[in-house]
């Protein structure tokens, strides 16, 4: 075995608090890493505050008392993984492997995901969620329908060389800060800025435009601008001609979109609408980053991002320097990636269970990025058709709508296992939790094709793992090989250099590049050496999108009035008066963090941002504790916030963080259902025609001061 | 061609019942294969296209236990016509040198059928059962019917695989890149 000094000799490693793939340095003194270098980010810099952690979980636990009760024994990882393994494939053997479901969500981004799907194979199962479809599902849907690729993404803008931004439903100086930190210096050399958000975030404040528009109407502000470009004629002829099908059906079907339809429904003027429009078909090239705040959560999120990625095309910024870039600049990174990051279809179990996913002949696009349908799953916790939940990096409770029906859910499945860091709540209720090793404390290889890099690197472990941590994917592994399933890797490494087979290198050849890292040659318009210049049926950028069609949900975009608003239910809106939204906080990566006292000091508790004046009336003082509802929860559960007024909001909009729990609070729940909007969704229609989330934000809402102020 | 085997060839495509085919089609293929794929390919056009739309109509994966043994034979004979086919044409060599490397596992959802093709250096072979992960670029799973409407050349891929008619394992960039011009040429050898 080699020591840590020889297999890194330079403490170099890939950040994955987020997803921003930022190359830090571990600095450490007599083997203990004490801090992170060339890191401006709290996620980044408080590193070793979660690994040397007083609570983090080090060595495998079995439950001996009831689920929740707190009894736990430590055992060997040879008994862990031995019982696990004898429970797994009693399950499968009695109910078949799409019995047992596997969920990993942000945390430990990239390796649940290659845990999970290592899983998917190994357990024969195709019940896997992975992330989450709340996030980025609706977006990558809707492009791959398009043109089967990513291309609103985070990672898909070139800030570098645009000289017009938008930022659609994003805050990028807190959910992506290197990248904010790429687009503020564009503007500084004068590129535009356009901003479309509700919410008064630090971006809208400094753009040439701000389109603060009414939650949930992302789609008919989309609508409305490709109507101008279409109509003025400001879209790119000769990309159009070549390169996109359906244009014909998209122009007609936007004829009856115009900016007067579109401004009351939006809240903006005409003139900003088509001020907007104008800018960023004009002021070339031009890039769009769109997240949550527009593409995912609300029951048009596909159609947003749609409405996105036409105005993208016709505009001609597809994978042009400065545009929309292809994430996967070659096909060989294409063919790379999906083996790489395992998306969408990398991995699948046999066929007999492949067609047995939850969600069968509801979502498929869904299922093909990878994803069961959560309401399905969590309806199997009850009645059988799930046994088995293992949880790999995810805080499932927390993080799934619905969520004491899934808490309930948990308690009655038959076999429940975390791999933690902590003790989540999800955790809480498991069977057995098996400690999981940190970024630091593993070999891997990590990605990054979004501007400024386009690079592999792959780095050795930085420091010996803690108590019995154990890599996630060895964790997987090892339990497969006690299960007599032929295991198609003999170890991690095997594993890693499966995912590179198609560069030709090695995981080690790779290690061993100066900085660890395989540069890639960078290449714009793919398309253009692409045959056919798509993957997707005609070929082609699909405006028209013949996927969607033989889904039966909309081939052009479509603005549906969210199901709860001032528009569609007047009457509701009357007694509930307010419409939620969510925001993202510096401090967190969604739900971790909140047990790290440095992340944790910056922001001690969950806010609600209102407008000062609604905040007046309703006898709310800035710091008061608040207690939110929704129609569907009035009457059984609210959830608390401490106000925080903000001048620039809509009186009648307000804003709170997602994925809020408290690790101080008495166990086993945590105070997991008291912050968290999640507690007050419930799995019920209507959802996203195509991948089926419901509703959680552009909902309605009404706040009052809390009872008890504390 | 001996006389009796075309004779046998035409009655089990054009006269006999769905329960004589059933009956009749195994040891038939046995000598189908022991005659020679390529002289039957000669001598029957079309061969591979009809025993297909034969097997269709008698409804061959609803025949349990021996719908794997009949697909399983069947397939032998079909990969055989087809490299044979592929080796005779210039155009389908030329395709194939510029696929480069591709191996295709595809597996059937309904029976247990399993099978592969593989294309290496302009040249096209295939055989039973499934190819190790590691080795495979592509796994497609289906019924047996849509793979046999995708070895027909009678199915739209990408939308298939999106649209989960076709299940895929692999990246769909090599899909449509690689697969679908071979599936396409495929189709084009069997018809």
Known sequence: ?710 | MAKDLRQEINKLLFEMSAEEVRTNILPIMDKMSDYGVGKLMDEVPGLFFLMMDKMEEIGVWGLGSRAAEIVDKFMNLLWKGISIAAERSEDSKALLKNIGELTVNLEATDIPLKTHFKVSQGNFSAGPGLIGLKEQDVRLMASTRKLFDLLRGNVDIVTSVLTEQLFLEGPLGFLQKKVVPVMALIGGLIA
């Open chain 1, 1 to 710: 075995m080699k020591n840590t000094s020889e297999l890194s000799s330079d403490g170099k490693f890939v950040c994955l608090r987020c997803h921003q793939r930022c190359v830090v340095t571990a600095e450490k003194e007599n083997g203990k890493i004490v801090r992170i270098s060339d890191c401006p980010c709290i996620k980044g810099r408080t590193m070793p505050d979660v690994m040397y952690h007083p609570d983090r979980v080090l060595y495998p636990l079995k439950r001996v008392g009831e689920r929740g009760e707190g009894k736990w024994q430590r055992i060997s990882w040879d008994e862990a993984t031995t019982a696990i393994a004898s429970r797994l494939k009693e399950i499968i053997d009695s109910y078949g492997g799409h019995t047992i479901f596997l969920s990993d969500g942000s945390g430990q981004k990239n390796l649940g995901e290659q845990a999970i799907s290592m899983g998917k194979k190994l357990f024969d199962t195709p019940n896997v969620h992975r992330g989450r479809y709340t996030c980025i599902i609706p977006q990558v849907t809707a492009d791959y329908a398009a043109l089967g690729d990513f291309l609103t993404y985070e990672f898909n803008p070139d800030y570098a060389h645009a000289n017009c931004i938008v930022f659609w439903g994003s805050n990028p100086d807190v959910a992506t800060p290197a990248q904010a930190r790429e687009a503020r210096a564009s503007m500084r050399r004068g590129a535009k800025v356009i901003v479309m958000d509700p919410r008064p975030t630090p971006i809208a404040k400094d753009a040439d435009l701000w389109l603060q528009l009414r939650p949930g109407t992302d789609t008919a502000l989309g609508l409305a601008m490709l109507n101008v470009v279409i109509n003025e004629e400001l879209y790119d002829k000769e990309f159009v001609e070549k390169y996109c099908y359906g244009f014909d059906k998209l122009k007609q079907h936007v004829q009856e979109f115009t900016p007067k339809w579109a401004a009351p429904i939006t809240r903006l003027s005409e003139e900003n609408i088509i001020k907007a429009a104008r800018m960023y078909a004009t002021t070339k090239p031009a890039c769009v980053y769109a997240r949550c705040g527009s593409v995912s959560q609300q029951i048009n999120s596909s159609n947003v991002a749609r409405a996105m990625n036409s105005l993208i095309a016709i505009c001609g910024n597809v994978d042009v320097q400065g545009g929309n870039l292809l994430y996967f600049r070659t096909w060989i990174d294409a063919n790379m990636w999906a083996q790489y990051m395992l998306i969408p279809a990398a991995l699948k179990p046999s066929p007999k269970s492949e067609l047995k996913f939850a969600g069968a002949g509801k979502y498929p696009m869904m299922h093909f990025i990878g994803c069961a349908w959560m309401p399905d799953i969590v309806k199997g916790f009850y009645d059988g058709t799930i046994r088995a939940c293992w949880c790999i990096s995810d805080n499932l409770v927390v993080a799934e709508q619905d969520m004491e029906r899934v808490w309930e859910g948990l308690k009655r499945v038959e076999l429940s296992i975390v791999n933690e860091y902590f003790m989540t709540p999800t955790a809480e209720l498991a069977d057995f939790v098996l400690p999981a090793a940190f970024y630091t404390e593993i070999d891997n290889i990590v990605e990054a094709f979004q501007y400024p890099y386009n690079w592999i690197m792959a780095y050795r472990k930085i420091a010996e793992p803690l108590g019995e941590c154990w890599d996630d994917r060895k964790i997987v592994i090892e339990v497969a090989k006690k299960m007599g399933t032929d295991v198609p890797w003999n170890d991690v490494e095997d594993f890693l250099n499966w995912r590179l087979k198609y560069l030709g290198v090695t995981f080690n050849d790779i290690n061993k590049m100066p900085d660890h890292k395989l540069e890639l040659p960078r290449e714009f318009k793919r398309y253009e050496r692409g045959v056919p210049a798509f993957p997707t049926p005609t070929g082609k950028f699909e405006l028209y999108s013949n996927v969607f069609e033989a889904l039966g949900t909309d081939p052009l975009p479509v603005f549906r009035e969210p199901p709860e608003s001032p528009v569609s239910t007047p009457e509701l809106y009357k007694e509930f008066p307010l419409i939620y939204t969510h925001l993202r906080l510096t401090a967190f990566q969604h739900s971790e963090g909140r047990q790290i006292a440095r992340q944790r000091n910056m922001i001690p508790d969950p806010y609600l941002e209102m407008h000062p004046g609604t905040a007046s009336k309703l006898g709310i003082k800035d710091g008061d504790w608040v207690e939110l509802e929704t129609p569907k929860s009035a009457g059984k559960r609210h959830i608390k916030f401490k106000a925080k007024l903000v001048p620039g909001y809509f009186p009648d909009v307000v804003g709170g963080p997602h994925g809020w729990w408290f690790p101080e609070k008495p166990a086993p729940e945590h105070g997991c259902f008291d912050s968290n909007i999640n507690a007050l969704i419930p799995h019920e229609p209507p959802y996203e025609p195509t991948v089926g989330n419901p509703a959680c934000r552009s909902i309605l809402c009404r706040v009052r001061k809390a009872k008890i102020q504390s």
